[in-house]
């Protein structure tokens, strides 16, 4: 009689246990393995490039963001020394031109600073330079 045993309704028989290695052709299996590499070295190479680009545009920001600081230094320094920068008139022409005068009592005249605080001379900014 063999060793066979039934177990479930299945005839088992003796030997090794676990899967059995699958048959497969060692070029199929070759072929896929460098397919795979071939994918992820494509892959690699996208993140690397997202990565590059993602870069490149932040060193753009910061570029702009160290111009407009050097531009708002220049600002304060000319205030400062009590010239107001065309910008800023601008800026404060267009602003008066779009409401009406209705606080234009509560600013100090041109020229002329609080003593007793360091703003500018349309109190729109503390400065600290």
């Known amino acids: 009689m063999d060793d066979s045993k039934v177990v479930g309704g299945k005839v ?14 060692l070029k199929a299996k070759l072929e896929r393995s460098r397919q795979s590499a ?34 708002y230094k220049q600002w304060c320094m000319a205030m400062d020394q009590g010239k107001i920068p065309s910008e800023i008139r601008a800026l404060l022409t267009g602003e008066e031109q779009s409401k009406p005068q209705q606080n234009s009592s509560r600013h100090p005249k041109a020229g002329k600073t609080d003593a007793n605080t360091n703003s500018c001379e349309y109190c729109l900014w503390q400065h600290f330079c």
């Open 12 to 25: 088992k028989k003796p030997g090794k246990r676990g899967r059995k290695p699958a048959k497969i052709d």
């Open 38 to 71: 071939r994918e992820c070295r494509a892959r690699k190479k996208l993140r690397y490039q997202y990565l590059e680009e993602l870069v490149s545009s932040r060193e753009r920001a910061i570029c702009a963001l160290r111009e407009e600081l050097e531009m």
